[in-house]
Protein backbone atom coordinates (compact mmCIF):
# COMPACT_ATOMS: atom_id res chain seq x y z
CA UNK A 1 0.00 0.00 0.00
CA UNK A 2 1.39 3.32 -0.65
CA UNK A 3 2.02 5.73 2.08
CA UNK A 4 0.38 8.99 1.95
CA UNK A 5 2.09 11.94 1.35
CA UNK A 6 2.13 14.38 4.09
CA UNK A 7 0.03 17.25 4.27
CA UNK A 8 2.38 20.46 3.34
CA UNK A 9 -0.17 22.09 5.55
CA UNK A 10 1.36 20.28 8.50
CA UNK A 11 4.66 22.14 7.53
CA UNK A 12 3.41 25.76 7.81
CA UNK A 13 4.24 27.56 10.63
CA UNK A 14 6.26 30.85 12.03
CA UNK A 15 8.50 31.59 14.59
CA UNK A 16 6.64 34.03 16.88
CA UNK A 17 9.46 36.71 18.62
CA UNK A 18 7.96 40.36 17.11
CA UNK A 19 7.32 41.26 20.91
CA UNK A 20 6.12 39.97 24.85
CA UNK A 21 3.09 41.55 26.37
CA UNK A 22 3.60 41.82 30.53
CA UNK A 23 1.02 43.02 32.96
CA UNK A 24 2.71 46.36 33.04
CA UNK A 25 2.38 47.16 29.41
CA UNK A 26 -1.04 47.26 29.93
CA UNK A 27 -3.83 50.56 29.48
CA UNK A 28 -5.69 50.56 32.58
CA UNK A 29 -8.91 49.77 30.41
CA UNK A 30 -10.06 47.34 27.54
CA UNK A 31 -10.69 49.76 25.61
CA UNK A 32 -7.83 51.66 25.59
CA UNK A 33 -5.80 48.64 25.10
CA UNK A 34 -7.91 47.84 22.13
CA UNK A 35 -7.62 51.47 20.75
CA UNK A 36 -3.38 51.45 21.37
CA UNK A 37 -3.66 48.05 19.46
CA UNK A 38 -5.73 49.36 16.44
CA UNK A 39 -3.37 52.62 16.28
CA UNK A 40 -0.36 50.41 15.97
CA UNK A 41 -2.01 48.33 13.52
CA UNK A 42 -2.48 50.71 11.34
CA UNK A 43 0.79 52.66 12.16
CA UNK A 44 2.02 49.00 10.79
CA UNK A 45 0.19 49.39 7.68
CA UNK A 46 -2.37 46.71 7.99
CA UNK A 47 -5.05 47.32 5.44
CA UNK A 48 -7.73 46.95 7.50
CA UNK A 49 -6.87 47.99 11.19
CA UNK A 50 -10.34 48.08 12.41
CA UNK A 51 -12.24 44.66 10.95
CA UNK A 52 -13.02 41.83 13.03
CA UNK A 53 -14.48 38.73 12.45
CA UNK A 54 -17.54 38.68 14.25
CA UNK A 55 -19.17 35.14 15.13
CA UNK A 56 -22.72 34.86 16.22
CA UNK A 57 -25.24 31.83 16.39
CA UNK A 58 -28.89 30.54 15.85
CA UNK A 59 -31.07 29.55 18.72
CA UNK A 60 -30.35 26.08 18.20
CA UNK A 61 -26.44 26.47 18.47
CA UNK A 62 -25.41 26.75 14.60
CA UNK A 63 -22.52 30.03 14.35
CA UNK A 64 -22.07 31.98 11.51
CA UNK A 65 -18.99 34.01 10.77
CA UNK A 66 -17.72 37.15 8.50
CA UNK A 67 -15.65 39.81 9.16
CA UNK A 68 -16.71 43.79 9.79
CA UNK A 69 -15.48 47.01 10.55
CA UNK A 70 -15.44 48.47 14.40
CA UNK A 71 -16.93 51.96 13.86
CA UNK A 72 -17.31 53.24 17.63
CA UNK A 73 -15.21 52.22 20.79
CA UNK A 74 -15.46 53.62 24.16
CA UNK A 75 -16.20 51.96 27.72
CA UNK A 76 -19.98 50.39 26.99
CA UNK A 77 -18.41 48.32 23.92
CA UNK A 78 -17.62 47.96 20.26
CA UNK A 79 -19.93 49.35 17.72
CA UNK A 80 -20.63 48.25 14.17
CA UNK A 81 -23.10 48.70 11.70
CA UNK A 82 -25.07 46.22 9.66
CA UNK A 83 -28.13 45.07 7.92
CA UNK A 84 -30.28 43.91 10.61
CA UNK A 85 -32.73 41.50 8.54
CA UNK A 86 -29.30 40.19 7.45
CA UNK A 87 -28.31 36.68 8.61
CA UNK A 88 -26.21 38.23 11.57
CA UNK A 89 -28.85 40.46 12.33
CA UNK A 90 -31.15 37.92 12.70
CA UNK A 91 -29.44 35.61 14.85
CA UNK A 92 -28.57 38.32 17.09
CA UNK A 93 -32.10 39.64 17.26
CA UNK A 94 -32.88 35.51 18.45
CA UNK A 95 -29.67 35.52 20.42
CA UNK A 96 -28.41 38.45 21.58
CA UNK A 97 -24.04 37.02 22.32
CA UNK A 98 -21.22 37.58 20.18
CA UNK A 99 -17.49 36.62 19.98
CA UNK A 100 -15.30 38.98 17.50
CA UNK A 101 -11.54 38.38 16.80
CA UNK A 102 -9.01 41.15 15.32
CA UNK A 103 -6.10 39.19 13.52
CA UNK A 104 -3.48 41.16 13.35
CA UNK A 105 -1.07 38.40 12.00
CA UNK A 106 1.94 40.63 11.00
CA UNK A 107 1.71 42.35 13.93
CA UNK A 108 1.78 38.61 15.29
CA UNK A 109 -1.08 39.41 17.70
CA UNK A 110 -4.91 39.51 18.30
CA UNK A 111 -7.75 40.82 20.33
CA UNK A 112 -10.45 37.99 21.54
CA UNK A 113 -13.49 39.46 22.78
CA UNK A 114 -17.16 38.03 24.10
CA UNK A 115 -20.00 39.23 25.01
CA UNK A 116 -23.81 40.64 24.97
CA UNK A 117 -24.76 42.79 21.99
CA UNK A 118 -27.48 45.68 22.11
CA UNK A 119 -29.00 47.98 19.59
CA UNK A 120 -27.54 51.60 19.55
CA UNK A 121 -29.66 54.38 20.13
CA UNK A 122 -31.57 55.08 16.77
CA UNK A 123 -29.78 58.75 16.62
CA UNK A 124 -26.13 57.05 16.83
CA UNK A 125 -27.32 54.94 13.85
CA UNK A 126 -28.04 58.05 11.98
CA UNK A 127 -25.35 60.11 13.01
CA UNK A 128 -23.07 57.69 11.30
CA UNK A 129 -25.90 57.00 8.07
CA UNK A 130 -25.26 60.46 7.34
CA UNK A 131 -21.03 60.18 7.38
CA UNK A 132 -21.42 57.22 4.58
CA UNK A 133 -19.91 57.57 1.21
CA UNK A 134 -22.62 58.36 -1.11
CA UNK A 135 -22.37 54.99 -3.12
CA UNK A 136 -21.70 53.24 0.33
CA UNK A 137 -25.46 54.61 1.36
CA UNK A 138 -27.01 53.69 -2.26
CA UNK A 139 -25.53 50.03 -1.51
CA UNK A 140 -26.48 49.20 2.01
CA UNK A 141 -30.35 50.29 1.22
CA UNK A 142 -30.61 48.67 -2.04
CA UNK A 143 -28.89 45.25 -0.68
CA UNK A 144 -31.16 42.42 0.77
CA UNK A 145 -28.29 41.52 2.69
CA UNK A 146 -27.77 37.58 2.84
CA UNK A 147 -30.80 37.30 0.68
CA UNK A 148 -30.56 34.68 -2.40
CA UNK A 149 -30.94 36.73 -5.53
CA UNK A 150 -31.06 35.97 -9.03
CA UNK A 151 -28.10 37.14 -10.24
CA UNK A 152 -25.75 40.21 -9.68
CA UNK A 153 -28.01 41.96 -12.19
CA UNK A 154 -30.86 42.11 -9.75
CA UNK A 155 -28.53 43.87 -7.48
CA UNK A 156 -27.46 46.59 -9.99
CA UNK A 157 -31.10 47.60 -10.99
CA UNK A 158 -31.87 47.96 -7.65
CA UNK A 159 -28.67 49.86 -6.95
CA UNK A 160 -29.49 52.34 -10.31
CA UNK A 161 -32.95 52.51 -9.61
CA UNK A 162 -32.04 54.13 -5.90
CA UNK A 163 -29.39 56.28 -7.70
CA UNK A 164 -32.10 57.41 -10.30
CA UNK A 165 -34.19 58.55 -7.25
CA UNK A 166 -31.84 59.95 -4.81
CA UNK A 167 -29.11 61.50 -7.32
CA UNK A 168 -26.32 63.06 -5.40
CA UNK A 169 -26.82 66.20 -4.25
CA UNK A 170 -30.16 65.72 -4.22
CA UNK A 171 -32.83 64.56 -1.70
CA UNK A 172 -30.96 62.39 0.77
CA UNK A 173 -31.20 59.02 0.82
CA UNK A 174 -32.42 58.20 4.55
CA UNK A 175 -30.97 55.30 6.69
CA UNK A 176 -33.40 52.24 6.16
CA UNK A 177 -35.71 51.20 9.25
CA UNK A 178 -33.87 47.54 9.09
CA UNK A 179 -30.43 49.13 8.89
CA UNK A 180 -28.40 50.22 12.57
CA UNK A 181 -25.74 49.66 14.61
CA UNK A 182 -25.09 47.02 17.01
CA UNK A 183 -22.87 47.14 20.09
CA UNK A 184 -21.00 44.17 21.68
CA UNK A 185 -21.39 44.92 25.49
CA UNK A 186 -17.84 42.68 26.54
CA UNK A 187 -17.74 40.85 29.34
CA UNK A 188 -13.64 39.42 28.47
CA UNK A 189 -11.32 41.13 26.12
CA UNK A 190 -8.61 39.02 25.87
CA UNK A 191 -5.05 40.56 24.04
CA UNK A 192 -2.64 37.49 22.38
CA UNK A 193 1.01 38.57 21.81
CA UNK A 194 2.56 35.74 19.98
CA UNK A 195 5.97 34.79 21.55
CA UNK A 196 8.62 31.97 20.81
CA UNK A 197 8.44 27.84 21.70
CA UNK A 198 4.49 28.62 21.49
CA UNK A 199 4.23 30.57 24.71
CA UNK A 200 2.11 32.95 23.69
CA UNK A 201 1.80 36.00 26.39
CA UNK A 202 -2.19 35.87 26.57
CA UNK A 203 -3.47 38.52 28.98
CA UNK A 204 -7.22 38.94 29.65
CA UNK A 205 -9.53 41.82 31.44
CA UNK A 206 -12.36 39.86 32.82
CA UNK A 207 -15.65 41.35 33.88
CA UNK A 208 -15.66 41.10 38.12
CA UNK A 209 -19.09 42.61 39.52
CA UNK A 210 -19.13 46.41 38.86
CA UNK A 211 -15.51 46.67 37.68
CA UNK A 212 -12.98 44.35 35.66
CA UNK A 213 -9.91 42.27 36.59
CA UNK A 214 -6.85 41.16 34.68
CA UNK A 215 -5.67 37.78 34.75
CA UNK A 216 -2.84 35.54 32.43
CA UNK A 217 -4.00 32.62 30.78
CA UNK A 218 -1.63 29.54 29.66
CA UNK A 219 -1.30 29.93 25.90
Known amino acids: MNARKPDPLAAMRQAYRRAGLDESDLEATWFAQLRRWIMDAERDGELEPNAMVLSTASPDGRPSSRTVLLKGLDERGLVFFTNLESRKGRELAANPR??????????????????????????????????????????????????????????????????QRHPEGGEPIERPAHWGGLRIVPDCVEFWQGRDDRLHDRLRYRRAGEGWIVERLAP
Open 98 to 163: AAAVFPWVDLQRQVLVEGAVEPVEPHESDAYWVTRPYNSRLGAAASPQSRVVADRSELVTAFEGLA
